[in-house]
């Protein structure tokens, strides 16, 4: 069976929306979406935010995953097509990751991206 089309234009792994799930669990509410957005700013030009959000805003754009909703905004969405929201879990690092083949270049601290 394959998978349906992304409306975002965004890939959320399947360990990224197993932590999603068991984070919008633990916050115990049904209204929170994780919302993916890039603003400008960082020593690259642009920085991603990541967060889980109340909010609807007009013109975003939404994908279910398996109880997490991805939510991007329209300004967003340009530079954010054909991204990947991975989560890695290692002794080394333990966060999201967000593979983007929109950015052309990044900082040294990888915050931010151009």
Do not use: W
Not at 37 to 45: E, H, I, R, S, Y
Request: charged content about 20%; some cysteine; proline content about 4%.
């Amino acid at each position: 069976m394959t998978a349906p089309e992304s409306l975002t234009g965004v890939e959320l792994t399947p360990a990224a929306q197993e932590k999603a799930a068991a984070l919008l669990a633990q916050e115990g509410r049904d209204d929170l979406a994780l919302r993916i957005a890039v603003q400008p700013g960082g020593c690259a030009g642009l920085r991603y935010q990541l967060f889980f959000d109340d909010r609807q805003l007009d013109g975003d754009i939404v994908d279910h995953f398996d109880g997490v909703n991805l939510v991007v905004d329209r300004m967003s969405s340009p530079y954010l097509t054909g991204a990947k929201i991975d989560f890695a879990d290692t002794i080394e690092s333990q966060g999201f990751t967000i593979d983007n083949p929109n950015a052309t270049g990044s900082c040294a601290c990888g915050d931010s991206f151009s």
